[in-house]
T-cell receptor, first 118, second 109 residues
Framework: GAVVSQHPSWVICKSGTSVKIECRSLDFQATTMFWYRQFPKQSLMLMATSNEGSKATYEQGVEKDKFLINHASLTLSTLTVTSAHPEDSSFYICSASRVSGGAYNEQFFGPGTRLTVL | GQSLEQPSEVTAVEGAIVQINCTYQTSGFYGLSWYQQHDGGAPTFLSY????GLEETGRFSSFLSRSDSYGYLLLQELQMKDSASYFCAVAYNFNKFYFGSGTKLNVKP
C-alpha cells in the first residue's frame, strides 16, 4: 500500500507555456500533500504544502502566482507551473502523507516529473 | 530555521559496513528520517527515528541521539545496488521535513 503516482513523468515545453503536474495517492487518503523540486545532484527543496480544500502554504522564496497548487480531493493535488522559463527546468516531486499512529506523518513520494523548458 | 550536515560522498566495497552521519540544527524536532534515491528516481523511505536509540530494518539501521542532535544510517553487507544517494531529513513540524544535501554512496566490487 501507500502508492503515490505522478503524471506526467517527464515533459518538455516551450518557454512561456504552462505545465500541469498531477499527484495522486492511489490506495490511501492523504491528509496533506507536498511539492518539492530538486536540481541535479542537489537536495529536495520543499516548495509548498497543500491540504485538501484549503489554500496551499508556500515556503519562503517560492512564488505562489507562478507555482499554482490545487488540492481538489484527498487523493489529488496538482501543481501548475505558469509561464514556464528555462530556469524552471527541474525535477518536481510530490509526496503524500498519512497519519502513522503517532506524532509523525509518514510521507510517501511520487516518482517525480522531469520538466524541461526550452 | 533548519540545517543538516552529512558527508557529500562515501565509497565502500561490497560486503562492507558503512555509516553515514547526519548532524542537525532545527527550531522544532519530531524525528529524523532517512531516504534512498537512485539516479533519476524518487526518494524511497528507509527509516525513521522519533526517539533516541537504534532502529533496525534488515541490513539497514538508523540511530538517533536527540541530545547530540545527531543521527546515522548504518548499511551492512553492502551490495552494488546500494549505490545511491542517501538523504537525512529532519521533521521540524508535525508533517514537514527539511532534507540534507545528500550523501552519494559508491559501492565498489
Amino acid at each position: 500500500g501507500a502508492v503515490v503516482s505522478q503524471h506526467p513523468s517527464w515533459v518538455i515545453c516551450k518557454s512561456g507555456t504552462s505545465v500541469k503536474i498531477e499527484c495522486r495517492s492511489l490506495d490511501f487518503q492523504a491528509t496533506t500533500m507536498f511539492w518539492y523540486r530538486q536540481f541535479p545532484k542537489q537536495s529536495l527543496m520543499l516548495m509548498a504544502t497543500s491540504n485538501e480544500g484549503s489554500k496551499a502554504t508556500y515556503e519562503q522564496g517560492v512564488e505562489k502566482d507562478k507555482f499554482l497548487i490545487n488540492h481538489a480531493s484527498l487523493t489529488l493535488s496538482t501543481l501548475t507551473v505558469t509561464s514556464a522559463h528555462p530556469e524552471d527546468s527541474s525535477f518536481y516531486i510530490c509526496s503524500a502523507s498519512r497519519v502513522s499512529g503517532g506524532a509523525y506523518n509518514e510521507q510517501f513520494f511520487g516518482p517525480g516529473t522531469r520538466l524541461t523548458v526550452l | 530555521g533548519q540545517s543538516l550536515e552529512q558527508p557529500s560522498e562515501v565509497t565502500a566495497v561490497e560486503g562492507a559496513i558503512v555509516q553515514i552521519n547526519c548532524t542537525y540544527q532545527t527550531s522544532g524536532f519530531y524525528g529524523l528520517s532517512w531516504y534512498q534515491q537512485h539516479d533519476g528516481g524518487a526518494p524511497t523511505f528507509l527509516s525513521y527515528n522519533g526517539l533516541d536509540g537504534l532502529e533496525e530494518t534488515g541490513r539497514f539501521s538508523s540511530f538517533l541521539s536527540r541530545s547530540d542532535s545527531y543521527g546515522y544510517l548504518l548499511l551492512q553487507e553492502l551490495q552494488m545496488k546500494d549505490s545511491a544517494s542517501y538523504f537525512c531529513a529532519v521533521a521540524y513540524n508535525f508533517n514537514k521535513f527539511y532534507f540534507g544535501s545528500g550523501t552519494k554512496l559508491n559501492v565498489k566490487p
